[in-house]
C-alpha cells in the first residue's frame, strides 16, 4: 500500500491480478476434467510445445531455474500430462512432450485465458484494452531488466 496516496502498490495490484486469474483459470479447468492441475504445473505447461522441449528451453521460456522445472516436470509425468522421450537431435538429451491428457489441458487453459481477455476487452473497450496491455507488456520489461 502506497502510505502517502493510500492506494494499493504496484505489486498488491499485480499480485492480486495473478491470483484471481489463476483462481478462474484452475477453477474452469477441474470443472472441465483436469482437476489435479495446479498453478505451478502452469509454469511448464504454458510454454510447452506440442512437439516437445528440452527442460532447459523450459526453464528459459518460463523464467524458472532449471532445478524447479525438472520438479514440476515429474510431477506432470505422473499426473500423465507429460512423457521424456530421446531427443531426435541428440539421443543423449531427453525432450519433455505433452501426452493427449496434456494436449487437452493446454488446449483448454488457452481457451479459458482467450475468454478472460475477451471479457476484459468488453468492459475495458478495445482501446483502453490495448493500452492497458501494451503498458503492463512494457512495465514488465523494465522490471525484468532491473539489475541491467
Same mark, same amino acid.
Given at each position: 500500500?502506497?502510505?502517502?496516496?493510500?492506494?494499493?502498490?504496484?505489486?498488491?495490484?499485480?499480485?492480486?491480478?495473478?491470483?484471481?486469474?489463476?483462481?478462474?483459470?484452475?477453477?474452469?479447468?477441474?470443472?472441465?476434467?483436469?482437476?489435479?492441475?495446479?498453478?505451478?504445473?502452469?509454469?511448464?505447461?504454458?510454454?510447452?510445445?506440442?512437439?516437445?522441449?528440452?527442460?532447459?528451453?523450459?526453464?528459459?521460456?518460463?523464467?524458472?531455474? =532449471?532445478?524447479? +522445472?525438472? +520438479?514440476?516436470?515429474?510431477?506432470?509425468? #505422473?499426473?500423465?500430462? +507429460?512423457?521424456?522421450?530421446?531427443?531426435?537431435?541428440? #539421443?543423449?538429451?531427453?525432450? +519433455?512432450?505433452?501426452?493427449?491428457?496434456?494436449?487437452?489441458?493446454?488446449?483448454?487453459?488457452?481457451?479459458?485465458?482467450?475468454?478472460?481477455?475477451?471479457?476484459?476487452?468488453?468492459?475495458?473497450?478495445?482501446?483502453?484494452?490495448?493500452?492497458? =496491455?501494451?503498458?503492463?507488456?512494457?512495465?514488465?520489461?523494465?522490471?525484468?531488466?532491473?539489475?541491467?
Amino acid at each position: 500500500m502506497d502510505a502517502t496516496t493510500g492506494e494499493p502498490d504496484l505489486g498488491m495490484l499485480i499480485g492480486q491480478l495473478g491470483r484471481a486469474l489463476q483462481e478462474e483459470l484452475f477453477s474452469r479447468l477441474a470443472e472441465q476434467g483436469h482437476p489435479q492441475v495446479r498453478p505451478r504445473h502452469g509454469t511448464v505447461l504454458a510454454v510447452l510445445p506440442a512437439s516437445g522441449a528440452r527442460a532447459t528451453e523450459l526453464a528459459q521460456r518460463s523464467g524458472q531455474h =532449471k532445478q524447479i +522445472v525438472g +520438479v514440476i516436470v515429474d510431477e506432470l509425468e #505422473r499426473l500423465g500430462y +507429460v512423457r521424456r522421450e530421446a531427443d531426435p537431435a541428440d #539421443r543423449r538429451a531427453k525432450l +519433455v512432450v505433452p501426452t493427449e491428457t496434456g494436449l487437452d489441458e493446454i488446449d483448454k487453459a488457452r481457451a479459458i485465458l482467450a475468454q478472460i481477455e475477451r471479457r476484459h476487452r468488453r468492459q475495458l473497450g478495445d482501446d483502453d484494452y490495448r493500452t492497458f =496491455k501494451a503498458t503492463l507488456e512494457r512495465i514488465a520489461r523494465s522490471q525484468r531488466a532491473w539489475q541491467g
